[in-house]
């Protein structure tokens, strides 16, 4: 008979200490086995769609997306995956959140190693696991129902005969919380594991529509908190246009563009009277540590880099009122993403041309031991001559992979580092990135470039990550009417496609040099047609 594979556990715990001592103790069991640790809840979502494991150990207070909506962004993704949700304290409020998660065990963070894997069996077998702690506290509310115990939490019980449970559903609640895995009181209640399974969901399912029904009742709404922030509800800093004064060197004229982290305004040096650009974060990011870290770094890193296409920043100064800003060269461009709305997509010669420029800024960034990470056309800047002229812009989530080994997160304000209609299979996992993961975001853009069809369209951006790590990007629009590309510059694409970094293009010099031949040889071709062609 067949070795019967371990059960994989993905753990989502921001506490270093904490995660070291959930490994420890679950790989004590040979049935078990972690394939994956973050400590976030957006890494959770993308690391358990890239490794699905079969039970992930869920904290509820992980920053950047709460343990919550993580959990219920990957049951949409991976029903079968099965999540025990953790909870700091047995607080009844906590506890309800638990259960409104949907999860399929709760535990407090407490539990002993036994329960543990005893909750983690409870699961995989297609039950609802409750450690003895939450059992307890639970059978003090039902047997209490007192609403004076639960002002300080917000959710109590409301005493009716809807909400009372069986003396079968007490009976389980109490070996629970004395500590009987499901196997025991099946045992003990002569009944089968599916039967106690489906009464402990059915007690969970009683309780927390009676927490429910009492909130309706009150006028109140059982919200849990989401760190995620709305970013259309999000005040943006509002400076009138013309001469607003930035120090006692710039003034401000007017808005260039937006994003998620901060503003880009059109100014000029005062006492020079030079034409400059201006970014500022957003006010209600001044006071994040390390979102004004991000923001300076990216001010360091391009004022240490020189080129003709890259966007210069030659200064770097916070406000009177503690807002940082950087200071760089003003180009009267546009994005590549509008000059696709204002001309469509691009012919070969233009778009070649575009790209090699494009390639040659980023070879001087990755010699300089720089990954940019969100390779996008936001972020190519396109001057308005014929023979477009090129700047690569927004440095913000640029790392130095030998100094720095920072895994893909979220932010407070829900943007994420790195697009994802461009980002790198590596990239949507976490993984340490280097110069290739640039070179699959430009095959993306190229290729939408190109053909005017995104690489991937998916529904979300979960979606969209399943796609760049899954799926291989069609052929069939660079076969549609009006789009004729050399099958040269197709296969150029498809190599910084390839899912396996090693398979692309190992620089952008190398990338650049297949470009130069395709160039050559059009040049070459039309050359001897005009040759051919005189009488």
């Known amino acids: 008979m067949p070795e019967q594979s371990p059960i994989t556990i993905l753990i989502a715990e921001d506490q270093a200490i904490t995660r070291f001592g959930l490994k420890c103790s679950l790989e004590s069991y040979p049935d078990l086995k972690v394939i994956s640790e973050c400590d976030d809840g957006a890494?959770?979502?993308?690391?358990a769609l890239a490794v699905k494991?079969?039970?992930?150990?869920?904290?509820?207070?992980?920053p950047t997306i709460d343990g919550i909506r993580a959990s219920k962004?990957?049951?949409?993704?991976?029903?079968?995956?099965?999540?025990?949700?953790?909870?700091a304290s047995d607080d009844n409020k906590h506890i309800f959140e638990a259960l409104e998660a949907g999860a399929d065990g709760y535990c407090l963070k407490t539990v002993a190693g036994e329960h543990l894997y005893a909750a983690i069996k409870a699961v995989t077998s297609g039950a609802t696991w409750l450690d003895p702690g939450i059992a307890h506290r639970l059978l003090k509310v039902q047997n209490n129902r007192s609403i004076t115990e639960f002002k300080s939490t917000s959710l109590p019980l409301k005493s009716s005969k809807d909400s009372a449970l069986s003396e079968e559903q007490l009976a389980i609640l109490k070996m629970l919380s004395a500590g009987c895995s499901l196997e025991t009181i099946a045992n003990r209640t002569s009944s089968s594991l599916d039967n106690v399974g489906d009464?402990?969901?059915?007690?969970?399912?009683?309780?927390l529509t009676a927490a429910k029904q009492e909130l309706n009742d009150k006028g109140e709404t059982p919200i849990i908190p989401n760190k995620v922030i709305d970013l259309e509800k999000r005040g943006i800093k509002n400076y009138q246009n013309g001469r607003t004064p930035l120090g006692d060197r710039y003034e401000i004229d007017g808005v260039l563009g937006r994003g998620g982290m901060g503003i880009v305004y059109k100014g000029k040096h005062v006492l020079m009277n030079r034409p400059v650009a201006i970014k500022?974060?957003?006010?209600?990011?001044?006071?994040?540590d390390s979102i004004v870290a991000r923001f300076q770094s990216e001010a360091q890193t391009l004022s240490q880099l020189s080129h003709p296409n890259l966007v210069s920043v030659f200064d770097f100064g916070i406000t009177a009122n503690n807002e940082p800003y950087m200071i760089m060269d003003f180009h009267s461009g546009h994005s590549l993403e509008s000059y696709l709305v204002a001309n469509g997509i691009l012919n070969t010669e233009t778009g070649i041309d575009i790209f090699k420029q494009v390639l040659r800024g980023l070879s001087v960034v990755h010699k300089a031991g720089i990954v940019h990470r969100d390779i996008k056309p936001g972020n190519i800047i396109v001057s308005r001559d014929k023979m477009p002229k090129v700047k690569i812009v927004d440095f913000g989530i640029a790392k130095n992979p030998s100094t720095e080994k920072e895994r893909l997160k979220i932010t407070n304000t829900g943007e994420v580092m790195g697009t994802p209609r461009y980002m790198s299979p590596e990239q949507c996992t976490g993984k340490e990135l280097d110069a290739r993961s640039d070179i699959y975001a430009l095959g993306c853009v190229m290729y939408e470039c190109f053909t005017g069809k995104?690489?991937?369209?998916?529904?979300?951006?979960?979606?969209?990550?399943?796609?760049?790590?899954?799926e291989t990007p069609s052929r069939l629009p660079f076969f549609q009417p009006g789009v004729n590309h050399p099958k040269e510059l197709v296969e150029i694409i498809f190599k910084a496609?390839?899912?396996?970094?090693?398979?692309?293009?190992?620089?952008?010099?190398e990338m650049l040099d297949a470009m130069n031949k395709i160039q050559e040889a059009a040049?070459?071709?039309?050359?001897?047609?005009?040759i051919q062609e005189r009488p």
């Open 53 to 62: 494991p079969d039970v992930i150990l869920m904290d509820i207070g992980l």
């Open 43 to 47: 890494s959770a979502i993308l690391q």
């Open 454 to 470: 995104p690489t991937f369209d998916g529904d979300s951006f979960y979606d969209m990550v399943r796609l760049h790590l899954n």
């Open 73 to 87: 962004e990957i049951k949409e993704v991976l029903p079968s995956t099965h999540i025990i949700m953790f909870t």
């Open 199 to 207: 009464l402990v969901q059915g007690t969970l399912d009683l309780l």
């Open 497 to 509: 496609l390839n899912k396996n970094p090693d398979d692309r293009y190992q620089s952008a010099e």
């Open 523 to 530: 040049t070459n071709s039309r050359v001897t047609d005009s």
């Open 280 to 288: 500022m974060l957003h006010p209600e990011h001044a006071d994040d």
